[in-house]
């Protein structure tokens, strides 16, 4: 089992203190010394990608544009930033682009697809035209039709699937270890992430042993960070980097 030190990974960026998925986000989450930021990815109405959540933007600004019916300049007049507080004001939407031009070297950059399959072709020449190379990057994805296509048309960029682990009935986890191992298999991902509830050291193990890398989301406190990386995590993902950092 690994138990070099797990890479700490931004949440959104450091968004315990600014606004998620934004730029100021980000770059605090490199001043808090993170190892790698997380950020959620959508297509927009004209093929841009740009850097949110959600589907719609009601939750994050005082107008509500649903993504991927929205153009870039619509989402982009947009101020994502005032609901975290005055100091953030007029913060836009960020693309991918921005948001890469922000990685340092040497650091990682965990892109969530929130979007379908049609999105990975363009995400593919954004990353091929960026300063990045294929080891700063990782992909991960709710989907697993998007994890195959990611390592389809870029093999050579890790992707991982991720997924919640519910307990129903109470004691029935889904989904299973095996469920698990069948769709990394199926879709050539190179690990699975998942939430921090339900998953046992055991479950882990599994995942391990299987050749694939572990990770885990969303993590804001020591003990639990602790208990995940003494179980083999590859990476903790929080909203706390600096505080999580520390830790380790």
């Known amino acids: 089992m690994n138990l070099l030190p797990p890479l700490i990974v931004a949440h959104r960026g450091a968004s315990a203190y600014a606004p998620e998925n934004t730029l100021p986000a980000f ?48 989402l982009q007049a947009l101020d994502v930033g005032a609901w975290k507080g005055e100091a953030f004001a007029g913060t836009r939407i960020p693309t991918l682009q921005e948001v890469m031009s922000t990685v340092p070297e040497g650091k990682k950059f965990f892109i969530e ?12 020449e954004i990353i091929r035209e960026s300063a990045l190379s294929e080891d700063q990057i990782r992909i991960i994805s709710f ?3 998007v994890i195959q296509a990611v390592k389809h048309a ?30 990394l298999a199926e879709t050539g991902a190179d690990g699975f992430s998942s939430g921090k ?50 830790a380790f």
């Open 27 to 74: 770059r605090l989450a490199w001043e808090q010394g993170a190892d790698a930021i997380e950020g959620d990815f959508q297509l927009t109405r004209d093929g841009h990608i740009v850097c949110i959540h959600d589907v719609n933007t009601k939750r994050v600004a005082t107008q509500n544009l649903a993504v991927a019916t929205s153009s870039l300049v619509e």
């Open 113 to 124: 697809i929130k979007s379908d399959a049609a999105i990975v072709p363009i995400l593919a």
């Open 154 to 183: 870029m093999p050579d960029i890790p992707a991982f699937w991720i997924s919640h682990i519910r307990s129903h009935p109470p004691g029935h986890l889904n989904p299973t270890p095996d469920q698990v191992l069948e769709i």
């Open 197 to 246: 509830v339900h998953i046992t050291p055991a479950f882990i193990r599994r995942i391990i042993d299987a050749g694939y890398e572990y990770h885990v989301w969303t993590v804001n406190h020591v003990r639990t960070a602790r208990r995940f990386h003494r179980a083999g995590a590859a990476s903790i993902t929080t909203d706390r980097p600096g505080a999580i950092k520390r």
């Open 143 to 145: 989907h697993p039709e």
